[in-house]
């Protein structure tokens, strides 16, 4: 061998030993698994919340096989693990690495963490999911949740929901004085502001407060999920116009020393279904909730309607005033809040040209029908 084939050898050899080191714990790392814990604050067998297209326990299943079995979740629901609300305080002290639930059950620690689930008279699906992945959104609840010690990501949406269920007729604004509500979030502190003792129960409270009289009405989603639960043999006026949740997402909490300690790949892996999850989770909603108030109107005797005109347009005034008054307390707060209402008031103008147009022309096509 020439001196010159000899060093070419020796030198290739050499680049070979050093890839082969640098490439070693990429191969270590792709072959790690990890065995997670899930929680939720939503009871077993909870259709969307627990169970079903897009639910949490559909997106632990997609994780796992997505990564070949290198991550997998076992899920608990409500009170399986932990009770309904205390998932949040659970990933911070790392006894589980994730939750399922809503960020605005963390108002109380966070206010800011609202904004994240949903704001009364603010954006739709559409609107939510632009704001989180594309304007902004999602990098500020990682913001604001990296103090914590936590991450999140969006794992669900409802859609639009139901203004709630009444034992008695809403037939004007002084109708909300001394009413007793479940209703969690914004929307409850609003209600406050017109008298309303406002209750905060988990889901699988709500049936027997509402039927013992504890409450006088309630929301939860929308017909499919009110049915299951039995709200309509409870109370029988069923109103709409989805003021306080125009949209609901589902909140996925992991910890961040968890989070960081999972390749990039499997890390991907997350984010995918998780997003994966958040548009079945809706497009499963949008199936099954027509088909749900037909029959509650149709075979359970239940009244439904819109709120009156009048009703709504207080709601919304006060809903402005109680969201400046938030925004003015803390600077987390009002930057959460600048950056919600610059982009609804952008995706309102957008909007007006586009959804609402079409929507009216569905709508007359369907009373000419």
């Not at 990890?34 to 259709?47: I, R």
């Not at 994730?98 to 603010?122: C, D, E």
Request: charged share 20%.
């Amino acid at each position: 061998m020439t001196d010159v084939r000899r060093r070419g050898f020796l030198k290739a050899g050499a680049a070979g030993t050093v890839a082969g080191v640098f490439a070693a714990p990429a191969i270590v790392r792709a072959q790690e698994r990890f065995s997670w814990k899930m929680t939720n604050a939503y009871g077993p067998g909870s259709p969307f919340y627990v169970t079903g297209p897009g639910s949490p326990t559909d997106f632990c299943e997609r994780v796992k096989e997505m990564s070949g079995g290198r991550l997998t979740i076992q899920h608990f629901a409500a009170g399986e693990l932990i009770p309904a609300l205390e998932g949040f305080d659970a990933v911070r002290a790392g006894i589980v690495e994730m939750n399922a639930a809503n960020a605005y059950f963390w108002a109380g620690k966070l206010f800011a963490a609202q904004y994240f689930t949903t704001v009364p008279f603010g954006l739709n699906f559409q609107g939510m999911n632009a704001w989180l992945y594309h304007a902004g959104g999602l990098e500020l609840w990682h913001e604001i949740y990296k103090p914590l010690g936590l991450i999140a990501f969006p794992m669900g949406n409802t859609g639009v929901q139901m203004t709630g269920w009444f034992r008695e007729p809403i037939n004007g604004i002084e109708d909300f004085n001394g009413l007793k509500m479940r209703i969690p979030g914004l929307a409850g502190k609003v209600y406050q502001q017109l008298g309303v003792e406002v209750k905060l129960l988990p889901g699988g409270e709500i049936f027997p407060a509402l039927e013992r009289g504890v409450i006088d009405a309630a929301e939860f989603v929308g017909p499919y999920q009110d049915r299951r639960m039995g709200l309509h043999k409870a109370a029988k006026n069923y109103y709409t116009t989805g003021w306080h949740e125009p949209s609901n997402v589902t909140e996925l909490l992991i910890g961040a020393k968890a989070w960081d300690s999972l390749p990039k790949d499997l890390q991907a892996i997350v984010k995918s279904a998780a997003q994966a999850c958040n548009l079945d989770s809706f497009a499963w909603s949008e199936a099954v909730n027509a088909d749900a108030l037909k029959d509650l109107v149709e075979n359970e005797g239940v009244i439904a309607r819109q709120l009156p005109v009048p009703v709504v347009d207080r709601l919304k005034a006060v809903t402005d005033e109680v969201l400046a008054a938030e925004a003015a307390k803390d600077a987390t707060t009002k930057k959460v809040h600048d950056s919600f209402m610059a982009f609804r008031a952008k995706h309102a103008s957008w909007a007006a040209v586009s959804e609402r147009p079409y929507e009216t022309i569905i709508a007359d096509a369907g009373k000419e029908a």
